[in-house]
């Protein structure tokens, strides 16, 4: 399976169309709202909750956007869809909660936030959802091991993988360097055999997404646009952008 026209036909709002200025936080409902009025495509992250559901958060942690603090994964969902985005009266969605809000008027990337740890239950509570849903989705994750689950659990959704050219600072060394190495040049692409490649804007061009898109037929997004520069960089290399910092033009 190809991935789908829709995902590639319109400009992708990274965590929906936010602007902290206006008060529209990443992730939050307004920050949906935004997206779907100027018919943009929206990315949001999952995060699980400790009673299995999946939430609409990027951090692990709650604080650095929100009130409150700790991880996600020590409150259920009921008490984080009680958390508030800071300065606002919004609260945290469920993904559920997302995909009735959107319903289908724009296409939705789905990004599942990966612990490293070898669970599936965010892949299968996030599969359980969106076989009923009738809109477009997709979904994606840095995890090799979550987008093999995404090929065995619900192979028909269409599925990426998120990459960069290298994992060797930050965070990233919180991983074993087999983890690491398993991620690198898209080696895993003949097990869980993704439909795109979302790919950090600032390392291409890079011989691995080029051979994913021109040799094998896979649509490549980039993240994160905030530059005209790297948005040059998405039109000479790439398929579509995930965008943030600004509003593109029709």
């Given at each position: 399976m190809r991935a789908p026209d829709w995902l590639i036909a319109r400009p992708v709002a990274h965590r929906g169309l936010h602007d902290r200025a206006r008060g529209i936080i990443e992730n939050m409902p307004g920050a949906m709202h935004a997206a779907i009025a100027g018919n943009f495509s929206i990315e949001v992250d999952v995060q699980l909750s400790a009673d299995g559901e999946a939430m609409v958060h990027h951090d692990d942690d709650l604080g650095r956007l929100t009130e409150g603090s700790g991880p996600l994964l020590a409150r259920t969902a009921a008490e984080l869809k009680a958390v508030t985005f800071k300065d606002t009266p919004e609260r945290m969605m469920s993904l559920g909660d997302l995909l009735a809000l959107v319903d289908g008027r724009v296409g939705l990337v789905i990004e599942i936030k990966s612990h490293f740890d070898g669970d599936r239950q965010l892949v299968r509570r996030t599969a359980e959802l969106l076989k009923t849903y009738r809109g477009p989705a997709a979904w994606?994750?840095?995890?090799?091991?979550?987008?093999?689950?995404?090929?065995?659990?619900?192979?028909?959704?269409?599925?990426?993988?998120?990459?960069?050219?290298?994992?060797?600072?930050?965070?990233?060394?919180?991983?074993?360097?087999?983890?690491?190495?398993?991620?690198?040049?898209?080696?895993?692409?003949?097990?869980?055999?993704?439909?795109?490649?979302?790919?950090?804007?600032?390392?291409?061009?890079?011989?691995?997404?080029?051979?994913?898109?021109?040799?094998?037929?896979?649509?490549?997004?980039?993240?994160?646009?905030?530059?005209?520069?790297?948005?040059?960089?998405?039109?000479?290399?790439?398929?579509?952008?995930?965008?943030?910092?600004?509003?593109?033009?029709?």
């Amino acid at each position: 399976m190809r991935a789908p026209d829709w995902l590639i036909a319109r400009p992708v709002a990274h965590r929906g169309l936010h602007d902290r200025a206006r008060g529209i936080i990443e992730n939050m409902p307004g920050a949906m709202h935004a997206a779907i009025a100027g018919n943009f495509s929206i990315e949001v992250d999952v995060q699980l909750s400790a009673d299995g559901e999946a939430m609409v958060h990027h951090d692990d942690d709650l604080g650095r956007l929100t009130e409150g603090s700790g991880p996600l994964l020590a409150r259920t969902a009921a008490e984080l869809k009680a958390v508030t985005f800071k300065d606002t009266p919004e609260r945290m969605m469920s993904l559920g909660d997302l995909l009735a809000l959107v319903d289908g008027r724009v296409g939705l990337v789905i990004e599942i936030k990966s612990h490293f740890d070898g669970d599936r239950q965010l892949v299968r509570r996030t599969a359980e959802l969106l076989k009923t849903y009738r809109g477009p989705a997709a979904w994606m994750s840095f995890d090799p091991d979550q987008v093999l689950a995404m090929r065995e659990i619900a192979p028909e959704i269409p599925r990426g993988i998120t990459a960069q050219r290298s994992y060797d600072d930050g965070e990233w060394l919180t991983l074993t360097r087999a983890q690491r190495d398993g991620m690198l040049h898209l080696r895993h692409a003949f097990r869980t055999r993704p439909h795109f490649v979302s790919y950090w804007v600032k390392q291409l061009p890079a011989p691995a997404p080029w051979i994913a898109r021109n040799l094998f037929g896979c649509a490549l997004i980039t993240w994160t646009v905030r530059t005209p520069e790297q948005r040059a960089i998405t039109q000479r290399w790439a398929d579509q952008m995930t965008f943030e910092g600004f509003v593109p033009e029709p």
